[in-house]
């Protein structure tokens, strides 16, 4: 019985212990809550004077024992130079040590949590310039071995509508900084669908992290960064201070791997990557396990200097599949954002065939619209042949899109100018007002479509980019409309004697080799003093040859690095036909066989030839001539081939028309041409 009353009575008193520590405990957190409005004021006014910001307070609120909850924290800077945005948190929780205050009569903070924010990234940085030495204090005075500092679904804006999503914890070792977690690249698009209606949605990309970092007087030094999601791999080390970042390592993509990560890994995954990482410093989250990167960004260095709003690229080299490739340049990130970018690649085992590659990009933001400008020149080997490419350069300015709307990506150029060089001739070729469309058709397939109007005409093209193997493969089949053949003259040269429209369809590959091949037609026109007419009016008499109207020419092509042919050249002209086909290799070796129709008509204009014309019958409307063209292109050797025409003129004079044709066309070949 007496057991029984003292438990009894023990309940009674625990009970009553409780009531009065939990009334204590809400009179301890009310009185503080009731002081923290003066305690709120000291701190900001604190803080202010070490900040190079000014840093306001919505509410406090304090959660026994150790824990105050912060809202609506708002960080300005004090110089008119900087930013007018601020720093804008919607809530942030901070635990004091108490250990450290118990016992040393220090109060340290422990842990910093940041919850559901938007901020700014050229806020953040140009807010961590202005103030690394009290950052790097901060990290200095808190706990050693117990402090944390996290982030909770943080919003951080980069561009409009495209941002990173935080979620991480970092933890302080004395001088040391170890963090992991995982950032989430959302970006918000807009896609066509059928060329009407469109949809708005959220791209999301993972990419988990983790990193330790050392803290010294001068710098921070990043000894390990390691970066990845199921298509990527990077591992980066370097240092940053207040002025520069310095970064080296390598980076792995694999471009055709199918993207999982979408699927968020298993709660039991997470756990055990985290004490993997923190316990026995494993992978914090693997790749899949089919990882096989066809991009190797490798021996990478760089120099990144800050002096905000503006980002300098000192210097950025590192070897793309073996290329070697350089960068430097600056990115502005306030509001108008602008960047310029001077780039060199130079040739490797798997980019041979080009000596030097150099380019330069411009871009800036006008009224939301990103316009890009920029040059590419590009130096080849020197080949054999006189149709080798010795230099491309190309140069773009206008170049507009819309980043909200990428899938598909529409763009537009106001401008495209491209010269070549080869060894024999200069080609120049300008466009306007290009429309295009790039296209994602899978991992490894992107499609490209061109549109733009062309001397009259119309260009359409639509480019196929193959990224499954290095160098990617490019081929391209381009439309030609109604285009103006003379105007055309600075890119072909040839074209300034010809009058017409143009119709073709042109195809270029990369497949194996280079290549160019396709078809071309050309209506309803004339050749104006063609060199071979021209020689022909002036030897015979006959000048209605310096004028040759025709109905169509068309000709099959194909250029590659071995030779430069002409199939089935066809002519159709009332008076004058023409067909064979013409090919000049890479050692300039002239192989063609022509085969040409004269009408009577024209025929009768020439004295020397109206005595011929008698020994054939009337019934006959054409003569027709078959020659042979070797040797170099420059010193042809011409031969007429046999045929019905020579047989017959033969028999009658013997050699006398062969032998003043060979003289003649001789001569035309290797007389210098007149400008």
Not at 29 to 50: D, M, R, V, W
Not at 109 to 122: F, M, Q
Not at 142 to 161: C, E, Q, W, Y
Not at 602 to 614: D, G, N
Request: proline share 3%; with cysteine; aromatic share 12%.
């Amino acid at each position: 019985m007496l057991k029984g009353k003292s438990l009894q009575r023990f309940l009674i008193n625990f009970k009553w212990a409780v009531i009065i520590a939990v009334f204590l405990l809400l009179g301890i957190t009310a009185a503080i809550n009731l002081h923290l409005p003066t305690l709120q004021s000291k701190i900001t006014s604190s803080i202010n004077q070490e900040l190079n910001y000014a840093i306001s307070i919505g509410n406090m609120f304090y959660q026994f024992p150790n824990q105050f909850y912060i809202y609506d924290i708002s960080v300005k800077s004090h110089s008119r130079e900087s930013f007018n945005s601020s720093l804008d948190l919607a809530k942030a929780r901070v635990k004091l040590s108490l250990p450290d205050l118990f016992f040393q009569k220090k109060i340290l903070i422990s842990d910093i949590k940041l919850y559901e924010s938007r901020i700014n990234y050229h806020d953040v940085m140009a807010f961590c310039e202005g103030n690394m030495e009290l950052l790097k204090n901060i990290f200095k005075n808190m706990p050693p071995g117990n402090a944390k500092i996290r982030f909770s679904n943080l919003h951080v804006n980069f561009l409009d509508n495209k941002e990173l999503i935080l979620d991480s914890v970092f933890k302080v070792f004395n001088d040391t900084i170890m963090g992991m977690g995982r950032v989430q690249k959302v970006f918000y698009m807009r896609e066509n669908i059928s060329g009407r209606s469109k949809r708005a949605f959220w791209d999301v990309r993972n990419y988990y992290f983790r990193f330790n970092a050392l803290i010294t007087d001068k710098k921070i030094l990043l000894d390990s960064i390691d970066i990845q999601n199921m298509t990527f791999q990077a591992k980066l080390w370097g240092s940053w201070d207040a002025i520069s970042l310095k970064i080296k390592g390598y980076a792995l993509v694999d471009t055709l791997a199918q993207n999982d990560e979408e699927k968020e890994p298993m709660i039991r995954d997470w756990l055990t990557s985290l004490v993997s990482h923190w316990r026995e410093g494993g992978h914090f989250y693997p790749n899949g396990k089919d990882f096989t990167p066809n991009l190797h960004i490798l021996d990478i260095d760089s120099t990144v200097s800050f002096a905000f709003p503006q980002v300098n690229l000192k210097n950025l080299s590192f070897g793309f599949n073996g290329t070697p490739v350089r960068l430097h340049g600056f990115f502005d990130l306030s509001d108008k954002a602008k960047a310029s970018i001077t780039g060199e690649m130079l040739p490797s085992r798997q980019m041979v065939f080009f000596e030097k590659a150099k380019f330069q990009l411009n871009a800036n933001r006008f009224k939301g619209q990103d316009t890009v400008g920029g040059k590419c020149n590009i130096y080849f080997d020197k080949g054999a042949s006189e149709y080798s490419l010795k230099e491309i350069d190309i140069n773009f300015s206008g170049l507009m899109f819309d980043l909200e709307k990428i899938i598909p990506l529409d763009f537009y150029l106001d401008k495209i100018t491209i010269r070549c060089k080869t060894r024999r001739d200069k080609h120049h070729l300008t466009l306007n007002d290009v429309r295009g469309r790039i296209n994602h058709l899978n991992k490894e397939l992107k499609i490209i479509d061109l549109f733009c109007p062309l001397h009259g005409g119309t260009l359409g093209t639509q480019v196929w980019i193959s990224t499954k193997d290095w160098p990617a493969e490019v081929s391209a089949n381009m439309n030609i409309r109604d285009v103006n053949l003379q105007q055309l003259h600075a890119f072909i040269p040839e074209f300034a004697k010809f009058r017409g429209k143009l119709n073709g369809r042109i195809t270029f590959s990369s497949k194996n080799r280079m290549e160019l091949f396709g078809v071309l037609k050309m209506n309803d026109g004339k050749l104006v003093n063609l060199d071979f007419f021209q020689w022909l009016s002036e030897s015979f008499d006959m000048p209605s040859l310096t004028t040759i109207d025709f109905d169509a020419v068309t000709t099959e092509f194909k250029v590659n690095a071995e030779a430069l042919k002409f199939q089935e050249i066809d002519l159709d002209s009332e008076d004058v036909t023409i067909y064979g086909n013409y090919r000049v290799d890479s050692q300039n070796l002239v192989s063609s066989i022509l085969e040409l129709s004269f009408s009577k008509e024209i025929l009768k204009e020439s004295p020397k030839f109206r005595p011929i014309l008698k020994m054939f019958s009337s019934d006959l409307s054409h003569l027709p001539f078959k020659f042979q063209l070797s040797g170099n292109q420059d010193s042809v050797n011409f031969y007429w081939m046999d045929s019905f025409t020579k047989r017959k003129i033969q028999d009658k004079i013997p050699n006398f028309i062969e032998r003043r044709i060979e003289k003649g066309i001789n001569r035309m070949v290797t007389e210098p041409k007149s400008p």
